[in-house]
């Protein structure tokens, strides 16, 4: 492994990046695992990994791997520093909607 790379995901073309079009936790694992990718960690979104690659999902709240306390995920934005869209990143539960970016290490 030399590294980790990131991508926003999509279905024919759609992006699961807005609030009509968010996924649940286990949808966005889902559909990273069927991409031979997997979810970014918290310390990825951080760092940046998956900023720019498209469906706007700089701006949008991300699904990450981590978890927290009572089965919830850290969610993220799509781009660092979080917090500057009105949505606060942190714990939510995993029935709550979110985008979807996955990291693949390479």
């Known amino acids: 492994m030399t590294g980790v790379c990131g ?3 999509d279905v024919d073309g759609v992006c699961f990046s807005n609030n009509h079009m968010a996924a649940t936790w ?3 694992d889902v559909g990273c695992r069927g991409m031979g990718a997997r979810l ?3 310390h990825e ?6 900023k720019g ?3 706007m999902g700089d701006r949008f709240i991300v699904w990450s791997s981590t978890t927290c306390p009572g089965n919830t995920h850290f969610a ?9 869209w009105g ?9 709550e909607g979110a ?3 996955c990291c693949a290490d390479v």
Request: overall charge positive; charged content about 15%.
């Open 76 to 84: 993220g934005y799509g781009k660092n520093p979080f917090g500057n």
């Open 7 to 9: 991508n926003s995901f």
């Open 26 to 28: 286990e949808e966005a």
């Open 87 to 95: 949505v606060v990143a942190g714990c939510r539960a995993s029935s």
């Open 45 to 50: 979104l951080w760092s940046n990994i998956p």
């Open 53 to 55: 690659t498209g469906c």
């Open 40 to 42: 970014c960690t918290a």
């Open 99 to 101: 985008a979807i970016r």
